[in-house]
């Protein structure tokens, strides 16, 4: 019910997620006039600060990091829902209080609505956090609840079965969020629509059209100040297990049923099941992992990864992975995915390109040049489609040039943010976007062999200079097919 008021707690509220992520996305759906609701949001955090400093807080946060600039005359409108609660976390007793701060906050409202409990804190809080607003009755059963979780969602496949049991003792399935930023992207969610709505694409989505499929997801920065993080995830936790998949998953799933949230998720997740998991052997053929030594990017020199500050200086994590992925189903089977991704590239870019086959060589292609067809789309930061033709150059008889025809989503207007999707879509209870348990334990068990590969056997770490595209390995594993990375367009 769209009516319903909503209290959003949002636990670890003086953090870094709260303050570059929620409060702007709050922010931009109050202002674009999607929040029609009533509604308050209390914070929770373990400094002590008063309300005037929060509030203060919320909007160096919003003026910092929101893409719509601050209306100060209104900026009271907004800012007066919120109130900020010093607790404790682990502390069951303290729970007392934020369930009068939230009752005192329905009063408000008019009336009990929905209360959605955001986790922007450390994971190995989640289980005490649940319990404890289950036992003081915060999350009560006569309101609807949501839980609303971030990554990284174990580091492996035990510990996120043992993370999820913990949570689903206070929370149903469909009650629970688990947040895949990727998800919230406009190009991501738009792959469904330009798969299903083109009868130009959807007949030739398969393994008789369609050569390869490369995926790749390049940053320019570094590991930044997030090593003690960083240092026990690596590439592979950090995007392969979720964003990567992600991609995959929407890029290659059978068309739904319906539109609709469980027939979208099953799609997906079947994509998982057909995805061929690699033994510890095959490891070593199919997946790439590689560390960036010093470079230069954008011009500017930087450190190696061993040389950032908290890395271990003989660190083995490894800052960019690529590997070569198979669909073992009707509609993919022989179609390599090609997938890579990595910090300190030449570029920020994440796209997937859809490599058509080749014609056959009968007139054009006599000399081995004609370039393929491709089909790129384009997720961040340039959003669109990008689609490459062959056509007869202008003037001469039959000479065939590569022709471009082009599509940007972000050209006339700015997107809104992924989180200001995925917050709106978890307000409105619409889990589509949102990452159902048994995607979360499929994406751990392929990824679960590859990590015990690399540390079980002596397979190399790749090295690459920042501001390459990655370690030569990673054409190699391409090589064994005859196959090129395409550039990044
Ligand atoms: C996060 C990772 O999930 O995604 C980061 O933890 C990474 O390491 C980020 O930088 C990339 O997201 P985006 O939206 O900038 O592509």
Known sequence: DNSLPFVLVIFGATGDLAKRKLFPALYGLYRTNLLQHHFAVVGVGRSPIGQSDFHQMVHDAVRTHSRISVEEREWMSFIGRFEYVSLDVK????????????????????????????????????????????????????????????????????????????????????????????????????????????????????????????????????????????????????????????????????????????????????????????????????VVRGQYREGTVNGKPVPGYRQEPNVNSESLTETYVAAQLYVDNFRWAGVPFYIRTGKRMPKKVTEIVIRFKDMPNIYFNKKGDLGPNLLIIRINPEEGIYMLLNAKKQGTDRDVIPIAMEFCNNCGQESPEAYERLLLDAIQGDSTFFTRWDEVSLAWKFVDPIRKAWERFDLPLSFYAAGSWGPDEADRLLAQNGAKWLPVY
């Open 91 to 286: 502390n069951a007793e303290a729970y007392k209080e934020l369930l009068s701060v939230v009752g005192k906050k329905e009063q408000e409202l008019g009336r009990a609505g929905n209360r959605l409990f955001y986790l922007a804190i450390a994971p190995d809080l989640f289980g005490p956090v649940t319990n404890h607003l289950k036992s003081s009755g915060v999350a009560s059963a006569q309101v609807g609840k949501r839980l609303i979780i971030e990554k990284p969602f174990g580091h492996d496949y035990p510990s996120a079965k043992a993370l999820n049991e913990q949570i689903r003792q206070s929370f149903e399935e469909e009650e629970i969020f688990r947040i895949d930023h990727y998800l919230g992207k406009e190009m991501i969610q738009n792959i469904e629509v330009i798969r299903f709505a083109n009868s130009l694409f959807e007949p030739l989505w398969n393994n008789r059209h369609i050569d390869n499929i490369q995926i790749t997801a390049s940053e320019t920065v570094g590991v930044e100040d997030r090593a003690s993080y960083y240092e026990q995830a690596g590439a592979l936790r950090d995007m392969v297990q979720n964003h990567m998949l992600q991609m995959v998953m929407m890029t290659a799933m059978e068309p739904p049923s319906r539109l609709n949230t469980e027939a979208i998720r099953d799609e997906k997740v079947k994509v998982l099941r057909s995805l061929r998991r690699y033994t510890e052997e095959e490891v070593r053929h199919y």
